[in-house]
C-alpha cells in the first residue's frame, strides 16, 4: 500500500499520521487515516460499517460509533460538508466520492514545499482542478446559551438538589445544583455588557445595551423554567408551590400581561419545549402511574394542546410511559419526532420518539462512556451533546437529525474550570459559539472543543438567559435562596410546634447569613461546628466556636463542596471540593489527595483506616466505592445507583438507593431493611451513630433504626422547613432550615 497519496487538494503522509493543504498540516489519529484509506482504496464503492470495522479494527470488538468518530474527524480535516468527499449512506457505510491520485502519480501534480527547516517539508498541493467546494468549511451556525444545569442532582449533589429553588425532579432544575441559588439580574446586565461584541441577531459589530428590564411574575410561589413560544408572544413557566411540592405549568401573554394555567391540576412537571409550529408543548411527568421497577417513580412524556389550554387549563395526554427506564429533556426535533434522553440502567442514550408511530428508535450513544447533556438548533438542525469518553476525558459532539456523528473533540478546560467539572452549553444567537455558566463565569465552547473565558469575575453566581426568537429580549430568573444551621435539644423534638409562627422557638442558631449555610457537623470530642457558607461569594468551609466564626478555605472561583469529614482526632476536615479530596487542618493548611477518579459525592471518611466512601465517576458512571486514601486504590462495592452510604462502628455498610430504599450487607448480597421502606426522603441523607440510623421523611418525622436489635421508632415531629438532618450526639442535633426562597421571571429587552 502506499504512503502518500493525494485526495483533492489534500496531501495524505501515512508515515507521519498528516494531511496537509496549502502547508498547512494536521496530524490525525492512525485509525481515522486507516478508514481514509481504505475508502481511497476502494474510491467510489460503498463500503460497509462491518467492512470498516472488520478492516481496521481487526481482532478488537468495537462499536459504529467509534467509526463515527473516525468519520467526523476526517470531515473536519477535509473541510468536508458529507457530499463532497466522505459520503454517508444511509443504513450502508460510506463512500468517498472525491478522486483519489496515489503516489506513482506524482509527476501529474504541481508540487510545492516549505522552505522552513523547523516545518515538516511534505509537500502541500495546488490541484487546479479542484472545485470550490473543497475551499468551504462545514457551516455550522451554532448560537448558544446555558439555560439548563446540572440534571444530577439526586445522585452527586444531594444536599443541593433544590437549593436552585427548582423542582425537586432534575427535569425541572433551571440551573446548576452545585451553586447557582442567588440570581440577580444586575449581574446579567452585566454579562449583556461583556458580550455585547458578539455576534446578536444580523448585528455583527456593534455592542447592544439593555432599554428595558421588567418583572414577568411576582407571586409567592416560585417561578422557573420559562421559555418563549416559537412567535414570541407568549412566556411558558413552572409556578411552583412551595406548600404542596408540586407544580402548574402557566403561560403569559407579554404584550397584554395576562396569565393563563396551561395544567388542570398539580403534578410533578418537568421542563418542556414547543412544537415548531408553537401548538403543542411536551414535558416530562414523574410519578402517577403503575409501580415502577427500576425507579422510584414512572416517567410518561405528555403533550399538551396549547392553543386549548390558552382558553381553559387542560389535562396532558400521555405520549409514553416508561416504568423501566427514565426519560428527561424532551426536545422536538420536529411536530412528529421528539428528542430524549433515556437511561435503562447506568448509562444515558438520546432517542427520537415519532409520535405517530408511537416508536422510539436510538439516536446516538457511548458503548463505553455517558452523554452528559445535549441542546437542538431548530435553525441549523444540528444537536451539540457532552459527553464523557472511555478515556475519562470530556468531549463536544455535533450530530446532525439522523445521528450521524459530524465532529467530536476533546474539550480543553482553561485553568478556571475545575478539569472534571460537567459544563451543559446550549444555543444561542452568539454565532459559531455555544454558551456556558459556571456560576460567576462565562464561557464560549466552540466545536473543536475551545473553551473561552469571555467574561470578568461577578460577586454572585448567575444563570444564562433564553433568547426570544428574534434575538432581542431574553428571559432571565432572578431569585434567592436562605438557610441557616440550628442547634435543637433531642429532649425538646417531640414538643416542636411545626405552625409558622412558632418552629425554631427553642433551637440555637449556629451559622446564620443572608445567604446558604449547610451541612454541619460536629467536631469528635470537641466544641468546633464545621459547615459550608456562600456568605463569602464562593462556598467555602467555615468552623464556628466559642470564639465566633471563622472561614477555613479559600476555594477558588465556581467552587462546588459535595461532602465532607471530620478526622477522628478533630484536627483536621476531608472535603470534597471540585471533585479532589483535601484534607483541611485548623490553621488552614491543606494537602490534596491524589486519586486515579473524580470524587461526585463524598459520604464518609475513616481517618485512622485512611479510606471513604465515595461515589467516583469512572468512564462517565457514577460507582459507588471505598477508597483507599493512602495508596490511591478503588474497591466498587456495588453497580447500584447509590444516594447516601455510611459505615457503622462495627463495620456495616449502610446504603440508600436512588428509590430511597435502605440497604445492609448480607451473606452473600445486599439485604432491603424493610422496616425503613416509605422512610426515605428524596434528597436527604441519614446518620449513623453507635449502630442506630437516623433519618426524616416526608411527613418530617425524626426517626431512629437499631441495627443490633432492629427496632424502628418514631421520635419526634421536626419544622417543616428543615433541608435536611445534619448531624446529631447524644444531646443535640444540627439541622439546615430554609428561611425564604423565592424565583421570579423577568423580561430584558435589547436596544435595536
Not at 213 to 235: F, N
Not at 291 to 314: E, G, H, I, N
Request: glycine residues 6%; negative net charge.
Amino acid at each position: 500500500m502506499a504512503e502518500q497519496y493525494w485526495i483533492g487538494g489534500f496531501y495524505i503522509d501515512l508515515s507521519r499520521n498528516q494531511i496537509t493543504q496549502n502547508t498547512q498540516s494536521q496530524v490525525i489519529a492512525p485509525k481515522a487515516l486507516a478508514v481514509l484509506t481504505y475508502l481511497a482504496e476502494n474510491q467510489g464503492t460503498v463500503v460497509s460499517h462491518d467492512k470498516l470495522l472488520e478492516k481496521v479494527w481487526q481482532g478488537t470488538v468495537v462499536s459504529t460509533n467509534t467509526l463515527q468518530r473516525s468519520i467526523a474527524q476526517l470531515r473536519k480535516a477535509l473541510g468536508d460538508n458529507g457530499k463532497t468527499y466522505i459520503k454517508t449512506h444511509a443504513k450502508q457505510g460510506y463512500s468517498l466520492e472525491c478522486a483519489v491520485r496515489w503516489s506513482e502519480d506524482a509527476d501529474s501534480l504541481t508540487v510545492t514545499s516549505t522552505s522552513n527547516d523547523s516545518v515538516s517539508a511534505e509537500p502541500a498541493l495546488v490541484d487546479s482542478n479542484k472545485s470550490d467546494d473543497i475551499q468551504q468549511q462545514a457551516a455550522y451556525e451554532i448560537q448558544v446559551i446555558e439555560n439548563r444545569a446540572e440534571q444530577t442532582a439526586s445522585s452527586e449533589a444531594i444536599s443541593h438538589a433544590d437549593k436552585s429553588g427548582a423542582l425537586a425532579t432534575p427535569q425541572a432544575s433551571s440551573f446548576s445544583a452545585s451553586g447557582l441559588r442567588k440570581m440577580s439580574i444586575t449581574l446579567v446586565l452585566l454579562i449583556l455588557g461583556l458580550i455585547g461584541y458578539q455576534y446578536l441577531g444580523d448585528k455583527q459589530s456593534a455592542p447592544f445595551e439593555v432599554s428595558e428590564l421588567r418583572a414577568l411574575t411576582s407571586t409567592d410561589d416560585k417561578e422557573l423554567a420559562s421559555i418563549y413560544s416559537p412567535d414570541g408572544q407568549y412566556i411558558v413557566f413552572h409556578r411552583f408551590s412551595e406548600e404542596f411540592c408540586v407544580n402548574n405549568v402557566w403561560a403569559k401573554n407579554t404584550k397584554t400581561q395576562q396569565e393563563f394555567q396551561l395544567t388542570k391540576d398539580l403534578d410533578t412537571y418537568g421542563s418542556h419545549s414547543f412544537s415548531n409550529d408553537g401548538k403543542q408543548l411536551v414535558f416530562i411527568k414523574t410519578g402517577g402511574c403503575s409501580q415502577p421497577v427500576l425507579d422510584k417513580k414512572c416517567y410518561r412524556l405528555m403533550s399538551l394542546d396549547f392553543t386549548k389550554a390558552l382558553l381553559s387549563p387542560q389535562s396532558p395526554v400521555i405520549l409514553m410511559e416508561c416504568v423501566n427506564s427514565q426519560i428527561r429533556t424532551p426536545i422536538w426535533l420536529d411536530n412528529d419526532n421528539i428528542l430524549l434522553l433515556q437511561r435503562l440502567s447506568d448509562r444515558w442514550k438520546l432517542i427520537s420518539y415519532s409520535v405517530s408511530d408511537n416508536k422510539s428508535h436510538d439516536l446516538y450513544a457511548l458503548d463505553d462512556g455517558n452523554i452528559i447533556d445535549y441542546d437542538y438548533s431548530v435553525a441549523d438542525g444540528l444537536i451539540a451533546l457532552t459527553s464523557i469518553h472511555d478515556d475519562g476525558y470530556y468531549y463536544i459532539e455535533v450530530l446532525n437529525t439522523d445521528g450521524q456523528l459530524l465532529s467530536s473533540h476533546r474539550i480543553e478546560y482553561p485553568p478556571e474550570i475545575a478539569n472534571s467539572r460537567l459544563i451543559y452549553p446550549n444555543f444561542s444567537p452568539i454565532k459559531n459559539q455555544l454558551i456556558f455558566s459556571t456560576g460567576r463565569q462565562l464561557f464560549t465552547l466552540s466545536f473543536d472543543g475551545q473553551v473561552t473565558n469571555i467574561s470578568v469575575p461577578l460577586d454572585q453566581p448567575i444563570g444564562t438567559p433564553t433568547f426570544h426568537p428574534d434575538g432581542n429580549k431574553m428571559l432571565v430568573i432572578k431569585g434567592h435562596y436562605d438557610s441557616d444551621i440550628v442547634s435543637l435539644p433531642r429532649s425538646q423534638v417531640t414538643q416542636i410546634d411545626t405552625s409558622p409562627s412558632k418552629q425554631n422557638d427553642n433551637s440555637t442558631v449556629i451559622a446564620r447569613s443572608i445567604l446558604s449555610e449547610d451541612n454541619a457537623i460536629l467536631q469528635p470530642n470537641g466544641e468546633l461546628i464545621a459547615y459550608q457558607s456562600v456568605r463569602s461569594g464562593e462556598e467555602q468551609l467555615w468552623i464556628a466556636g466559642d470564639n465566633g466564626a471563622r472561614q477555613l478555605t479559600n476555594f477558588p472561583m465556581d467552587t462546588y463542596i459535595g461532602g465532607m469529614g471530620w478526622a477522628a482526632d478533630g484536627n483536621s476536615i476531608l472535603v470534597n471540593a471540585n471533585n479532589v479530596l483535601t484534607q483541611v487542618y485548623l490553621d488552614s493548611t491543606q494537602n490534596a489527595v491524589a486519586l486515579q477518579y473524580p470524587v461526585s459525592r463524598l459520604f464518609q471518611w475513616d481517618s485512622k483506616n485512611n479510606s471513604a466512601l465515595a461515589l467516583v465517576r469512572i468512564k462517565g458512571v457514577l460507582r459507588f466505592v471505598e477508597l483507599n486514601l493512602t495508596n490511591a486504590s478503588t474497591r466498587i462495592i456495588n453497580h447500584k445507583r447509590v444516594t447516601w452510604a455510611l459505615k457503622s462502628e462495627s463495620g456495616q455498610i449502610i446504603y440508600k438507593d436512588h428509590m430511597d430504599r435502605f440497604w445492609r450487607p448480607g451473606p452473600a448480597e445486599a439485604q432491603p431493611i424493610t422496616a425503613l421502606d416509605g422512610q426515605g426522603r428524596a434528597r436527604s441523607g441519614f446518620l449513623l451513630k453507635d449502630n442506630v440510623i437516623y433519618g426524616v421523611n416526608e411527613d418530617f418525622q425524626l426517626w431512629s433504626y437499631g441495627l443490633d436489635h432492629q427496632r424502628f421508632e418514631i421520635i419526634g415531629k421536626l419544622p417543616h422547613n428543615i433541608d435536611d438532618l445534619n448531624d446529631i450526639n447524644e444531646t443535640t442535633l444540627l439541622l439546615t432550615v430554609r428561611i425564604s426562597a423565592a424565583k421570579e421571571v423577568a423580561e430584558l429587552s435589547l436596544k435595536d
